[in-house]
């Protein structure tokens, strides 16, 4: 055993065991002779008190009877709705099939996913820019930021629409000249310049650059500041290290929030069917105002926002997966995976022999 093990090594190293005596060797001191046996098995402790060893304590899962329930409960509501809209014949489901590719809603979506692209840059690009401005020293530069921040995301989008809609009313035509002056070099008629697309892309661009812009700055901010007094001491400059130091960085955290906002933008183009932009839900309301067939239509337009919605959410989770190299246990890991990859295929040795 290990306790008699250990007692017969202390025996032997201060010599009152047999093997300690021999011829040659030197007598250790003996033990006293009040002092306790050594233990002869675990269940036998020092001071002459035996001790069983205790049983394996068998432990029992906690059932949680409440989630159980409340699990079967929503399953059970599931399945109703479920079977409810099944047997409903007015969903219509020949028509939502026989619109579902037709021509008028293709270009409806084409239009929605044009808007989501293009608000989402003005909005990324015009967001970083306010961010930047936001952590300036230029006390104009901060003003301007919070001012714009503090207009347009307190002013709904639904009423940007319709201001952007009806510019015109406000500025009949737009003109470059000598201000103060009757020089005029270029004119035109506002409604050439801003139609409904441009209305709906500035519209929702703009509103968007507003909350793009505290996304991009969180993300600055999450980066050490260390980063930065490092990137000055090798002779970087503000605008280098903010492109090549700061944002690459603070990219993983503004992944995911932006994704969001995207995902939120494509729904978000529906409202700009209120100046009749000619996106998704404006070609579904021009199907079912002669047909009247509003549930299944509606239908219809909700099936290719999700098909969108599913897409953007892929594209998502790659982008997160990107930027997020080389941190955490998993990320090292698989990292660690493919350099070991790549050394095999470009050696032709496994990495193992080493």
Known sequence: ?????????????????????????????????????????????VGGHHHERPDLIKAIPIRHWGRWTASAVILLIVVLVGISLGRNHNLDWPTVGRYLFSRVVLYGAAVTLELTALAMLIGAVGGTILAVMRQSKNYVMRA??????????????????????????????LSLGIPFTSHIFWSVDSNAVITVFVAAVLALGLNEAAYAAELVRAGI???????TEAAASLGMSPGTTMRRIILPQAMRVIIPP????????????????????????????????????????????????????TVLTIGQHFLEAYFSKGLGDREAAAAERRTMKRLERNTGVDPGVF
């Open 1 to 45: 055993m290990r306790l008699l093990g250990r007692a017969h090594r202390n025996s032997a190293l201060s010599g009152a065991g047999p093997a300690a005596s021999g011829p040659g060797s030197a007598p250790g001191p003996s033990a006293p002779p009040d002092a306790p046996p050594a233990p002869e098995s675990p269940d036998q402790t």
């Open 144 to 173: 301007v930021s919070w001012f714009y921040l503090w207009f347009f995301r307190g002013t709904p989008v639904f009423v940007q629409i319709i201001f952007w809609g009806n510019f015109a009313l406000l500025y009949r035509r």
């Open 221 to 227: 901010i999450s980066v050490d500041r260390g980063q």
């Open 258 to 309: 932006m994704g969001n906002e995207t995902i939120s933008m494509l729904k978000t183009t529906s409202l700009v069917s209120v100046i009749s932009a000619r996106e998704l839900m404006t070609a579904v309301g021009s199907i079912y105002a002669q047909n009247f067939k509003v549930i299944p239509l509606l239908l219809v337009a909700s099936i290719w926002y999700i098909v969108f919605t």
